[in-house]
């Protein structure tokens, strides 16, 4: 995904509280979550009716759009009790994860009427993925979006932020959005590692936010 956003520190600091504010309230009042999505799933259906998936502006390469839906299933499963299966967030975890593996790989942008395929081979983040993902935990699972089995998860968790934070800061497909990339990762283990998916889901979905708010503003 491409979010062409250049923050000063002040901004970094604002967005920073932001996060922090949102999940705070989302704790207190879970309907807030639920707003967010909402919103979120709106500007996701009208930037499908703007874009062709594969401009440079809008949704921007083919791993990317596969990404984003990925991101905001996941976040609604975590967000939302109601919706939470152990199962479907295992394979959704998984999924994110495997597609980051193919961004370590290849991507691919809609260019001149036709997919155009553009490799970009991030060695060290690809063997980290891989490792994690040949290590995936079968225990995992959340209740009410808390890791019941935080003694158990907590290695790969960290393992999980410190490949994500090469592969962040290392690849440029996310040269422009390397502070709120690593923000995602950094942000859920500066709090209990049992709120570790909770957090993260939080910066996603305002992360996803902003760029589908700044594309339709570029559209």
């Known amino acids: 995904m491409y979010i062409i956003i250049g923050m000063n520190t002040t901004q970094k600091i604002i967005y920073v509280g932001f996060c922090v504010l949102l999940y705070e309230l989302i704790k207190r009042n879970n309907d807030i979550a639920k707003i967010a999505l909402i919103a979120t799933f709106g500007l996701f259906v009208r930037q499908m ?6 401009n440079n502006y809008g949704i921007a390469t083919l791993p990317g759009f596969i ?3 990925l991101i905001f299933l996941v976040c609604c499963i975590i967000l939302v009790p109601d919706l939470y299966s152990h199962e479907l967030f295992r394979k959704l ?9 193919v961004l370590c790989i290849i991507d691919a942008k ?14 060290l983040p690809l063997i980290g993925l891989i490792y994690i993902l040949t290590n ?8 009410n979006g808390l890791i019941t089995n935080v003694s158990s998860m907590k290695h790969w968790l960290i393992l999980q932020s410190v490949i994500l934070s090469i592969l962040y800061t290392q690849s440029n497909i996310f040269t422009h959005t390397r502070f709120i990339s ?3 990762v950094i942000l859920p ?15 996603l979905i305002i992360m996803l936010f902003t760029y589908l708010m700044r594309s339709q503003l570029m559209t």
């Open 67 to 69: 990404k984003m839906i």
């Open 189 to 203: 283990i500066l709090y209990s590692f049992k709120e570790y998916y909770n957090v993260r889901a939080v910066t």
């Open 136 to 143: 995936f935990p079968k225990s995992i699972k959340l209740e």
């Open 49 to 54: 009716f703007n874009n062709k998936v594969g």
């Open 110 to 123: 809609y260019q001149n009427n036709k997919w155009k395929p553009y490799f970009n081979l991030q060695i």
């Open 182 to 184: 690593l923000l995602s």
């Open 93 to 101: 975890l998984f999924l994110n994860l495997l597609i980051m593996t």
